[in-house]
């Protein structure tokens, strides 16, 4: 996979620490992803994709040619690669695709308690959290919480009242203007 296009940039990926080259490749122009991508080794590309966010990393591999990608997707270890290849399912123009899959969700009769514990056990979601999201026994979404109401409430305070009464929603294959649509009508952090 080795190209001379952005040779330094290369050169710079190569020396720094797998979770500083993410870091730094999610801050980069798209436009040059496939150069500086194309300048490492496929190997070495996994090991930085491993340390990505599956949504960050499905857009990086989306600007590669598909037999680029699978390899790539080869290389990576089994469970960031399993997020980032259910990403890859959906076109980028859909709500599938610009989805990502880490999000918080716990049955619909927690308490705070409950959720506040899952957060730490899933600690890597701390960035992007903005709800939690309460599903059935089919796991089915049955309604959000904002987690901001998770810390005015005592821990044996059920979660089902402090969700929002309506959960905006949308379908996975729903095109991005849809997607926008309802993010600025309902204000939305997030769109299950």
């Known amino acids: 996979m080795k190209s001379s296009v952005l040779p330094s940039a290369g050169a710079l990926f190569e020396t720094l620490d797998e979770q500083v080259a993410a870091q730094a490749l999610e801050e980069i122009d798209p436009k040059l992803h ?17 340390e990505m966010e599956p949504d960050a990393a499905a857009d990086l591999l989306n600007s590669l040619e598909e ?14 690669a399993a997020d980032v290849e259910e990403l890859l399912e959906y076109p980028e123009d859909t709500a599938g695709g610009m989805m990502t899959n880490y999000f918080l969700a716990v049955q619909q009769d927690a308490t705070v308690e409950a959720a506040i514990t899952a957060m730490r056990e899933h600690d890597y979601l701390a960035k992007s959290l903005t709800h939690v999201f309460l599903v059935d026994d089919l796991e089915r979404l049955v309604a959000a919480v904002p987690i901001g109401r998770l810390f ?3 821990p044996d305070q059920p979660l089902r009242p402090l969700a929002f009464r309506e959960t905006p929603r949308v379908d996975l294959e729903a095109e991005r203007s849809r997607v926008i649509e309802i993010f600025d009508k309902y204000n939305c952090y997030s769109l299950p």
Do not use: C, Q
Not at 34 to 50: N, P
Not at 69 to 76: A, P
């Open 67 to 80: 037999h680029e990608s699978d390899e790539i997707l080869e290389e990576m270890d089994d469970e960031p």
């Open 34 to 50: 496939a150069g500086i991508l194309h300048s490492l080794d496929k190997e070495r590309v996994a090991e930085i994709l491993d």
């Open 152 to 154: 005015l409430n005592g």
